[in-house]
């Protein structure tokens, strides 16, 4: 009983951890407790959560530069919406932590994407 009480709250720590590590809300550090042995995120080079969550709707393309710096992978085409990715999966099935900013035409931020996606 002991030791079942005990992985729990290791269990529920990790989850605690991840809520104020990453930010997340419960169901998102819960599935990425449950699926850490598959986790495979690769972030940009000058990634900083810190900074990550300061990004808005309405910044600009510029703002986001100079806040995040480079992303590792910007759309080529953006007739009408713009993905910029501060993070990929480091294989083609891996669960990763998804951070996305979408721009529309204009080049201002529509959508900040934060999550950890379960693949």
Known sequence: ????????LLFLGCIFKNMYSYGYGVNDA???VVWSIDE???WA???SEENFSKLTKG???EEVLSLMGKPLNMSK?????CFWNYTKQDSGTSDFDQR????NRDHQVVEV????FID
């Open 1 to 8: 009983m002991k030791i079942t009480i005990a992985i729990f």
């Open 77 to 81: 085409n953006c007739e009408d919406i």
């Open 30 to 32: 819960f599935w990425r």
């Open 40 to 42: 495979g995120t690769i």
């Open 100 to 103: 996305w900013v979408v721009f």
């Open 45 to 47: 080079p000058n990634f």
């Open 59 to 61: 910044m600009t393309s």
């Open 113 to 116: 994407r934060k999550s950890f």
